[in-house]
C-alpha cells in the first residue's frame, strides 16, 4: 500500500487541510505556490552544488516552475472569468493547455482591458518584462513537456539551449528571475483582482 496514514501526525502529509480553507476559485492560486515552493526547496537544496547535485534536479525543478507560472496564470483568468460571468462550460474551455504564450496572452488582455491596470508607463514596462520572461519560458518549453520527458511523442529528444553538454543554467539566477514573475503575477496582479482592490 502506497498511501496509508500513520498515527505520529508529525510523519503524515495532509494535502486536503490547505484546500478546505480556501474558496473554490482559490484553489489555482494555492497550487501555484506549493509548486513553485516545492522547486524553491529543490534549489536551495543544492547549496554549493558539490557533486554537481545541480544536473540532477534542474529539470525537476524547471518542471515545478514552470508548472507553478502556469497555475498562476490560470488563477489570474479563473478569477476574471468568473467576476465577469464566464459559464462553468466556456470557463473550463478558456483554461485549456499549457501555452503559456496563449495563457499570458490572455491575461495581459483581460487586465489591460477589464481592470484600467496601465495608468502609468511604469506598469506597462512592467507588464512587458513579465510578458518577456514568461515567453523565454515558454519558448523553452511550449507544451508542458521538456523537463517532465526526455522525448517528444515521435521520440525526438527534446533539446535545452544549444543542446551541448557543455549549455549550463545558473540555477541561482533562473530561481529569481521565476521568483520575480510569479510574484509580480501572485502579488501584483492576482490579488488585487481577488481582493477587488483599486488600480
Given amino acids: ?24 476559485d482559490e484553489q489555482f492560486a494555492l497550487y501555484s505556490v506549493q509548486f513553485k515552493d516545492s522547486a524553491d526547496k529543490l534549489i536551495n ?29 490560470k488563477a489570474i483568468l479563473y478569477k476574471v472569468y468568473l ?15 499549457h501555452s503559456l504564450d496563449s495563457l499570458w496572452s490572455k491575461v495581459n488582455n483581460e487586465v489591460r ?29 511550449d507544451s508542458s513537456m521538456t523537463f517532465r520527458y526526455p522525448f517528444d511523442k515521435n521520440l525526438e529528444e527534446y533539446q535545452q539551449g544549444d543542446g551541448k553538454e557543455s549549455f549550463g543554467i545558473d540555477f541561482n539566477h533562473m530561481q529569481k528571475e521565476i521568483d520575480y514573475i510569479h510574484s509580480r503575477l501572485y502579488y501584483w496582479i492576482y490579488e488585487r483582482i481577488a481582493n477587488r482592490e483599486e488600480w
Fill in 1 to 24: 500500500m502506497i498511501f496509508k496514514s500513520n498515527p505520529d501526525i508529525y510523519k503524515n502529509a495532509y494535502p486536503n487541510w490547505q484546500k478546505s480553507m480556501r474558496k473554490f
Fill in 83 to 97: 467576476d465577469n460571468g464566464v459559464d462553468y462550460e466556456k470557463l473550463k474551455e478558456k483554461l485549456e493547455g
Fill in 45 to 73: 537544496d543544492v547549496g554549493e552544488n558539490r557533486g554537481h547535485i545541480a544536473d540532477s534536479i534542474i529539470n525537476p525543478a524547471l518542471f515545478l516552475y514552470r508548472h507553478s507560472i502556469e497555475l498562476c496564470l
Fill in 113 to 141: 482591458n477589464k481592470y484600467g491596470f496601465l495608468d502609468n508607463q511604469q506598469a506597462k514596462n512592467e507588464l512587458k518584462k513579465i510578458g518577456k520572461l514568461i515567453m523565454e519560458l515558454h519558448n523553452t518549453d
